[in-house]
């Protein structure tokens, strides 16, 4: 299975400043998903990072607001900009090498905004 | 909208007895079906999957049962440890209206106790 490491793991930040987070895959992979986990909740899908391209954003996430870059296939990043306290989630690296392979997860970030 | 449940937010049991975790699906699209297992303070770790046209699959002390009629999926462990302490999930990917991309959506999560 691909290994992910994420960076930071965890992080206090003070509203209105940005924080970008780092994914980094041991191994190419197809696809680079970043999802967010609010305290005591589930996953949510924010958006699929392509490689080259815009990353695709699902409902109630835009670019502005959680920008992402995925400059080659082992790598991206998630920044999460102006931040509020509602922001204060558990970030999620994901990654699969096509549509039905197993999908992986990295150890998350914890960011807590004041 | 589509949506991923579970019937039950907590589970405990004691160690050695089997547990059943339930999900309830309602995309009919939906063809591949995944159960993780996420410890405190680590992300999600893919336990079994299996696919649409399976209605039971097998691993090692897990069993995932597939009922497409009722739309429901189980994970049974069998002999539970103390390290099966953990928020289980389920999961299930299909293609979903306007959408073009699979993507793997999430139900709300049980949180496996297992007493010594």
Same mark, same amino acid.
């Given at each position: 299975s691909a290994v992910i490491s994420q960076k930071p793991s965890r992080d206090i930040c003070q509203r209105g400043t940005s924080l970008t987070i780092q994914? #980094?895959?041991?191994? #190419?992979?197809?696809?680079?998903?970043?999802?967010? #986990?609010?305290?005591?909740?589930?996953?949510?899908?924010?958006?699929?990072? *392509? #490689? !080259?391209?815009?990353?695709?954003?699902?409902?109630?996430?835009? +670019?502005?607001?959680?920008? +992402?870059?995925?400059? *080659?296939?082992?790598?991206?990043?998630?920044?999460?900009? *102006?931040?509020?306290?509602?922001?204060?989630? +558990?970030?999620?690296?994901?990654?699969?090498?096509?549509?039905? *392979?197993?999908?992986?997860? !990295?150890? !998350?970030?914890?960011?807590?905004?004041? | 909208g589509e949506s991923v449940g579970l019937h039950l937010p907590t589970l405990s049991v004691q160690e050695g007895d089997n547990s059943i975790i339930n999900c309830a699906y309602s995309n009919s699209a939906s063809d591949y079906f995944i159960w993780y297992k996420q410890e405190s303070g680590k992300g999600p770790q893919f336990i079994i999957d299996i696919r649409s046209n399976m209605d039971k699959r097998q691993g090692q002390r897990v069993t995932v049962l597939l009922n497409k009629t009722v739309k429901h999926l189980s994970l049974q462990i069998a002999a539970t440890q103390p390290g099966d302490s953990a928020v289980y999930f389920c999961a299930e990917k299909g293609r979903y209206s306007g959408g073009s991309n699979y993507k793997l959506t999430f139900g709300k999560g049980t949180l496996l106790t297992v007493n010594p």
């Open positions: 994914c #980094q895959v041991d191994s #190419q992979v197809t696809m680079m998903f970043w999802y967010r #986990q609010q305290p005591g909740q589930s996953l949510t899908l924010i958006a699929t990072a *392509n #490689q !080259g391209s815009e990353a695709t954003y699902e409902s109630g996430f835009v +670019i502005d607001k959680f920008p +992402i870059s995925r400059p *080659n296939l082992t790598f991206s990043t998630l920044t999460v900009s *102006n931040m509020s306290p509602e922001d204060s989630s +558990i970030y999620l690296c994901s990654v699969q090498e096509s549509s039905y *392979n197993e999908q992986f997860f !990295g150890p !998350g970030t914890r960011l807590t905004v004041l | -």
